[in-house]
């Protein structure tokens, strides 16, 4: 299932037409905001500091959808399919291992009768539900305190 998954996102481009559009969006955005900030603002420290920061922004967005658009390869950012591809190697080794079909089995003393394993459990929520009064009890008497 994993696989196929993996396989879908390496087969699924991403639409050439959306990326060029958002490609021709970032660079009219980068030369058209200097000009309106430059009507806005007086200084041209502010003006290029409130310039930068959109589309430096914009702009690592635009870097960063980039590198999550191909996971599979051998970049800084992409995913470690060797650690995976071996993790599955040992999955698949230890199912061929000579005990690795064993059920496990009970032991001896365990209960094996149905109401002896219900009269055992209501025993065992009495003494929960003792257990739990007398520590409400005890929280009582510090509340009051």
Not at 25 to 54: D, E, H, N, R
Not at 74 to 96: C, G, I, T, V, Y
Not at 124 to 138: P, Q
Request: net charge negative; proline share 4%.
């Amino acid at each position: 299932v994993n696989l196929l998954s993996a396989r879908k996102i390496k087969d699924t481009r991403f639409p050439f037409p959306y990326a060029q559009l958002v490609s021709i969006f970032l660079l009219t955005f980068a030369f058209v905001t200097p000009w309106v900030l430059a009507t806005l603002i007086q200084s041209k420290v502010w003006c290029g500091f409130f310039t930068f920061v959109p589309v430096f922004a914009l702009l690592s967005l635009n870097y960063t959808a980039g590198q999550l658009e191909m996971p599979f390869g051998h970049d800084a950012n992409d995913l470690p399919l060797d650690k995976f591809q071996s993790e599955m190697n040992n999955s698949l080794l230890m199912l061929m291992h000579d005990y690795s079909d064993h059920v496990a089995s009970a032991a001896s003393t365990c209960l094996r009768d149905f109401d002896a394993v219900r009269e055992d459990l209501e025993t065992v929520e009495v003494n929960r539900s003792i257990s739990c009064s007398v520590e409400r009890a005890r929280a009582s008497i510090f509340v009051n305190v």
